[in-house]
């Protein structure tokens, strides 16, 4: 079982950065995949980014690679989203998920995951 409490959401204006975070419960955390999904309102969940569970493979949605970066601290079982550049587009509820696949491309995928925080709401203004 692994429970996830994101942090870190909030109103910013286009440009500017967030730093989002995970924290998981668990002992077994390292050795979970993790990933970002984000879901806008009237919009289907879509994949943002993704993380191995060593944190030697990271993953990304086209439209924020080079904008965002994921990043895992398995000692305080903390995975982080580090958004800068940030678009009106990007705003969203942002959820963490945790997948028993622990480092393949499938990371990108809803299915692959079996736990998922509650979210948190980024609002980028313009």
């Known amino acids: 079982q692994v429970q996830l409490v994101e942090s870190g959401g909030g109103l910013v204006q286009a440009g500017g950065s967030l730093r989002l975070s995970c924290a998981a419960s668990?002992?077994?955390?390292?050795?979970?995949?993790m990933g970002w999904f984000r879901q806008a309102p009237g919009k289907e969940r879509e994949f943002v980014a993704a993380?191995?569970?060593?944190?030697?493979?990271?993953y990304y949605e086209d439209s924020v690679k080079g904008r965002f970066t994921i990043s895992r601290d398995n000692a305080k079982n903390l995975v982080y989203l580090q958004m800068s550049t940030l678009k009106t587009e990007d705003t969203a509820v942002y959820l963490c998920?945790?997948?028993?696949?622990?480092?393949?491309?499938?990371?990108?995928?809803?299915?692959?995951?079996?736990?998922w925080g509650q979210g948190t709401q980024v609002t980028v203004s313009s």
């Open positions: 998920a945790a997948s028993s696949v622990s480092n393949s491309p499938q990371l990108r995928l809803l299915g692959a995951y079996g736990y």
């Open positions: 668990g002992r077994t955390f390292s050795s979970y995949g």
């Open positions: 993380i191995s569970w060593r944190g030697d493979n990271t």
